[in-house]
């Protein structure tokens, strides 16, 4: 049973930084694919970041130049670096990660970026 755990999360002012955290249960290599997910209230869940097979990076265009994800395998752990975090960063992030054609949620973290 696959399980991720997200954390985290809190209230920062604007320009902050946050870094956040995924747990996984077991090689965080034997995914295809971990990413990013950020729910805002009231909107659909959009893609922030993520690593594709061969450790290929993308992101967002809105949190581009900001934001910078990673992982220490050692750990089995991804994280989220944030920085000069905006008001429109607000929302619940959700690590995700893809084996063998099954999709894996964390439970989320709340992120506020507010003065």
């Known amino acids: 049973q696959v399980q991720l755990v997200d954390s985290g999360g809190g209230l920062v002012q604007p320009g902050g930084s946050l870094r956040l955290s995924c747990a996984a249960s077991?090689?965080?290599?034997?995914?295809?694919?971990m990413d990013w997910y950020r729910q805002a209230p009231g909107k659909t869940r959009e893609w922030v970041a993520g690593f594709t097979v061969g450790g290929r990076i993308n992101y967002a265009a809105s949190v581009k130049g900001r934001f910078t994800i990673s992982r220490d395998s050692a750990k089995n752990t991804v994280y989220l670096q944030m920085k000069d975090l905006k008001t429109e960063d607000t929302a619940i992030y959700y690590c995700?990660?893809?084996?063998?054609?099954?999709?894996?949620w964390g439970q989320g973290t709340q992120v506020t970026v507010s003065s």
């Open positions: 077991g090689s965080i290599f034997s995914f295809y694919a």
């Open positions: 995700n990660a893809q084996r063998a054609g099954n999709d894996y």
